[in-house]
T-cell receptor
């Protein structure tokens, strides 16, 4: 019940296209859903996060869509650029932050010109 | 922009040896964490630390592991007797609350 399932494992997108990564969870106590971006040799960096009281959050080219009833959330990267090529992790934590982040297995995104 | 600093960036150690991984969290942060990432796999929680004590730990964080904040600025992870399966990237993170914390660049631990 603590798992966060992420798909796809890898994704290749043309420059300018939309990258979509999906995550699903089971634990209804989760109340914080961040996305992290990781470049090789670096630590995960917080990209964008959402709480379950909203269904969508947008920051620049990055949008999180959240479906509470389906227990799913997704990251959309609009106008994908080669510099977006990285590994993306969804994560979740709950109980008002009193539980640690549970990460998905990651999606390796390659944006090709 | 403030950073979480980890040293060393790469540590090679013999099986059975003790290692200490060091972290300097962001100065006004109160919550500290260690996570690890085995090569190509997901990031896994090890331990959280708040108010000078462990607030939560995972099943990975057994008696071979310990954490310390020795001088009010550093935050260390000690592995007493390393095993081959301890080889991983170890990430320190810090935050002002339980959400949105900042990760360091990690220490790659290789146990041979």
């Amino acid at each position: 019940q603590q798992q966060v399932k992420q798909s796809p494992q890898s994704l290749i997108v043309q420059k300018g296209g939309i990258s979509i990564i999906n995550c699903a969870y089971e634990n209804t106590a989760f109340d914080y859903f961040p996305w992290y971006q990781q470049f090789p040799g670096k630590g995960p960096a917080l990209l964008i996060a959402i709480r379950p009281d909203v269904s969508e959050k947008k920051e620049g080219r990055f949008t999180i869509s959240f479906n509470k009833s389906a227990k799913q959330f997704s990251l959309h990267i609009m106008d994908s650029q080669p510099g977006d090529s990285a590994t993306y992790f969804c994560a979740a934590s709950g109980d008002s932050g009193n539980t640690p982040l549970v990460f998905g297995k990651g999606t390796r995104l390659s944006v090709i010109a | 922009e403030p950073e979480v600093t980890q040293t060393p960036s790469h540590q090679v150690t013999q099986m059975g040896q003790e290692v200490i991984l060091r972290c300097v969290p962001i100065s006004n942060h109160l919550y500290f964490y260690w996570y690890r990432q085995i090569l190509g796999q997901k990031v896994e929680f090890l331990v959280s630390f708040y108010n000078n004590e462990i607030s939560e730990k995972s099943e990975i964080f057994d008696d071979q592991f310990s954490v310390e904040r020795p001088d009010g600025s550093n935050f260390t992870l000690k592995i007493r007797s390393t095993k081959l399966e301890d080889s991983a990237m170890y990430f320190c993170a810090s935050g002002t609350d339980f959400y949105g914390y900042t990760f360091g660049s990690g220490t790659r631990l290789t146990v041979v």
